[in-house]
Nanobody
Framework: QVQLVESGGGLVQAGGSLRLSCAAS????????MGWFRQAPGKEREFVAA????????YYADSVKGRFTISRGNAQNTVYLQMNSLKPEDTAVYYC???????????????WGQGTQVTVSS
């Protein structure tokens, strides 16, 4: 099993920034990609960003391109999401995700974190 623990959520004004962190533990040798999803109240969970642990290639949802940046830590068991120019519509619970392959992760991750709340006030 793989455990994912998120941190860094909070309340920020529109136009502000937040950085989310996710640390993976357990059978981390089985995961080759990590990423982020979000779920706003009354909406379905949606893909935000993903990164390959091997070559660092990245994928982003169109709604966050140019504002959010996903990166990995030196140990490659940690992934970050730098969120800039935040908008009220970015308000959601953000979930860390992990899987065996980056493209598959964008639709069906193998592992989920518990989520961290991000609230953007107008």
């Amino acid at each position: 099993q793989v455990q994912l623990v998120e941190s860094g959520g909070g309340l920020v004004q529109a136009g502000g920034s937040l950085r989310l962190s996710c640390a993976a533990s357990g059978r981390t040798f089985s995961i080759y990609a990590m990423g982020w999803f979000r779920q706003a109240p009354g909406k379905e969970r949606e893909f935000v960003a993903a990164i390959s642990r091997s070559d660092g290639s990245t994928y982003y949802a169109d709604s966050v391109k140019g504002r959010f940046t996903i990166s990995r830590g030196n140990a490659q068991n940690t992934v970050y999401l730098q969120m800039n120019s935040l908008k009220p519509e970015d308000t959601a619970v953000y979930y860390c995700a992990a899987g065996a392959q980056i493209v598959a992760l964008t639709t069906r991750p193998g592992y989920w974190g518990q989520g961290t709340q991000v609230t953007v006030s107008s």
